[in-house]
C-alpha cells in the first residue's frame, strides 16, 4: 500500500525547535516537498517552504524559513525517509505540515506536488 506519513509535530515555545519526519512506503521517495497550511486557511493550497531534491540532495527553503528550516535525508540510514529541522520556531509557523512527493525542488520552479501525506501539527506558543 502506498503512503506517506508525516510525524514530530507538537507544541512548542517560541525560539524552540522541531524535527519532523516523512516516511514513504510501497515506493521509493524521490524529491520531497514540505509545506505549511496555517490556521484559518484551509481553503487555500498550503504553502511550499522548504524541499530537497531526489537526485542530488539539494535542498532549498523559502525566504520566510530560511536560515531556520532545513531538509535532509540520509540514504546510508533510511532511503524512505526525509527530515525537517524547525529552528528558531514562531508562532506564524504554527499550523499544518504536509509533506509530498513532488517533481521538482529549487527556487522559481514549480514543485508540482502530486501525492501527499495527511499532514502534521505545529503548534508554536509560550
Known amino acids: 500500500q502506498v503512503s506517506l506519513v508525516e510525524s514530530g509535530g507538537g507544541l512548542v515555545q517560541p525560539g524552540g525547535s522541531l524535527t519532523l519526519s516523512c516516511t514513504a512506503s510501497?515506493?521509493?521517495?524521490?524529491?520531497v516537498g514540505w509545506f505549511h497550511q496555517a490556521p484559518g486557511k484551509y481553503n487555500e493550497e498550503p504553502e511550499g517552504?522548504?524541499?530537497?531534491?531526489?537526485?542530488?540532495?539539494?535542498?532549498?527553503?523559502v525566504d520566510s524559513v530560511k536560515g531556520r528550516f532545513t531538509s535532509s535525508k540520509n540514504y546510508a540510514e533510511n532511503k524512505n525517509t526525509v527530515w525537517l529541522q524547525m529552528n528558531n520556531l514562531k508562532p506564524e509557523d504554527t499550523g499544518v505540515y504536509y509533506c509530498a512527493a513532488i517533481l521538482r525542488c529549487g527556487s522559481d520552479v514549480d514543485w508540482h506536488p502530486h501525492y501527499w501525506g495527511k499532514g502534521t501539527q505545529v503548534t508554536v506558543s509560550p
Open positions: 510501497g515506493f521509493t521517495l524521490g524529491s
Open positions: 517552504v522548504s524541499c530537497i531534491s531526489g537526485s542530488d540532495s539539494t535542498s532549498h527553503s
